[in-house]
């Protein structure tokens, strides 16, 4: 059990009274609703306890809330409540995502872009409704309607957003995947979905490199015997030469019969199948998670109002790509009428602070990122709190891994200290989050706020009993609407129901391995498919690394069990900064760290130096892949991963046969 519980921030008595949060229950009590509970609602933490409890009443007043544009919302919420998967939202309702997301057409910047220097671009909401206008006309001439899927191969740029919105618009489907994908790790994942409208880019940089990337659209192309058009976006070159790209098109000539006029939203149901997202693929072809209008745009506008308090004119920033649900999270902020800043390239690049150049220049005020950026940047000596006026700054958002007691020190001693650091953790699963934040209440180091209101989370012992300081699985145990609508040609859902209902009846297994703390907070340990068992005592990886990256000549780290003499060993891999060699006198303060501040079978058996980490295309580091590499077993999807030449330094390492 935890007993660590150092305040490092209080949100001011003004904050809290201006939040949405004490809004919603202003709003929550004028509504009139004849329940003696609602009257005692004063604080956050007694409003999720009545949303938990009457799950259909409050996503009801949040649509309300939220101010939902449909045609219809009906009078049913929530029909088969207690089926799981099976309960369906607001079956009655027809709307549109991109209707939302585009209610706004004024002079307000809706996007801003910036790619490592090389091209800056702005758009007004008038000027994002007109381009995602002219774009819908274009697909709709191509043939694309309702319950077809367009497919992106692109950079995190507008037009990225301008051509989902277009797709969504008419009731397509939309899918992308970063331009750093090989061809193959993208045929793994549209060639499942036959898209009939392919978008390509030219190139990107990264780095302070030019990274071309015709060749991998013409080989996906070719193999994509769905594809009706191949529309190509100019980014690197101005006119990009498509004579080996069958059915192609540049943008500008796609678009330009086209004049803006008034957006024809297609109405769907609720459930209407909206974005394809995909698992990361690392055990094998990446299962393909459907995602629909309703779900995706209520949990976002909760999750961006309620916990992130996004308010119109806030401007919002995520460093992520578009293969990640990170970009569709940061896309529905125009639904709360945010300006959207976009930034595509290395966050290190030309310098380590690029990010906060960003945040100073354009006054961000809600700043996203991966828990692996801020260890970085901590590990490289920045301190943006000397460096950057960031006085606009309000928020700052973490997630993609567990978020260390140390980084959040950071946080407040380096980056700024008045700031609401919210430590968020869901996944594609459900294309939002479980637990994250809450500008009411206060941060605590190495701790994530709260759960997600609506969402009924416990954590569950082995014996599928909720457990509080204690250590357990992550559980959802009542339907929310984001849950996937299913995956993509699964019959029966047998998939889907394995994913994340074979371990608990009825119950929503998410694969976190997580601690609920009396006071309400929570600690993420790490993946319960990760978590590391010698002895038979179960350690969640992220305690490990806690302790091993803290360490200022530790990089980052690795680590896994394996199989030995009928038990498991704990193997640790460590990337050091450049120069240095791992040796006996670091082995030994590596132990005596982990030995100090955990417990003896916290201490690994064997300690490797490697030159690189392997990981996923969103930055997170697989260890699964690097236990199968020790116990020579054959990684499934090789595609999946951002640097798999990294696999080769695990690979027969003679220290691991003894």
Known sequence: MRTESK??????????????????????????????????????????????????????ILWDYSDVLSSKKGQTVLANPHQMPGAEWFPEARLN????????????EAIVFRGEGHVTNRLTYAELY????????????????????????????????????????????WSSCSPDFGSQGVLDRFGQIKPKILIGVDGYYYNGKHIDTTGKIREIAKSLKSLKKVVIVPYTTPKPKLTAIKKSVLLNDFVKPFKPSQIKFKQVPFNHPLFIMFSS???????????????????????????TDIKPGDRFFYFTTCGWMMWNWLVSGLASRATLLLYDGSPTYPKADTLFDFAQEESITVFGTSAKYIDAINKLGVKPKKTHKLKQLKTITSTGSPLSPESFDYVYTSIKKDVLLSSIAGGTD????????????????????????????????????????EKGELVCIKPFPSMPIGFWNDKEDRKYLGAYFSNFENTWCHGDFIELTKRGTLVIYGRSDAVLNPGGVRIGTSEIYRQVEKLNSVMESLVIGQNWQSDTRVILFVR????????????TQIKRTIRANTTPRHVPEKILQVADIPRTKSGKIVELAVRNIVHREAIKNIEALANPEALAYFKDRTELSD
């Open 7 to 60: 305040i490092l921030w209080k949100p001011s008595a003004a904050r809290v009274k201006a939040s949405h949060i004490t809004q919603f229950i202003k709003f929550l009590k004028n509504k009139n609703i004849d329940n003696k509970q609602i009257d005692k609602i004063d604080s956050s933490s007694k409003l999720y306890d009545w949303s938990i409890e009457k799950p259909a009443e409050f996503w009801n």
């Open 97 to 108: 995502y991109a209707e939302n997301l585009l209610r706004q057409r004024d002079d307000q």
């Open 130 to 173: 007109n381009a995602v206008s002219i774009t819908a006309q274009a697909l709709s001439q191509e043939g694309v309607k309702k319950g077809d899927r367009v497919a992106a191969f692109l950079p995190n740029l507008p037009d990225t957003i301008i051509f989902m919105l277009a797709a969504t618009s008419l009731g397509a489907l």
């Open 281 to 307: 693929g690392t055990t094998g072809v990446p299962k393909c998670i459907v995602h629909g209008h309703g779900g995706t745009l209520l949990q976002h506008l909760k999750e961006h109002q309620l916990h």
């Open 430 to 469: 459900i294309i939002s989050c479980f637990v994250l934040g809450d500008p009411t209440l206060p941060v605590y180091r190495g701790e994530i706020q709260r759960r997600g209101f609506g969402l009924n989370v416990r954590v569950f012992n082995d014996a599928g009993k909720a457990v509080v300081g």
């Open 576 to 587: 050091l900064r450049d120069g240095l060699e791992l040796d006996e006198g670091l082995r």
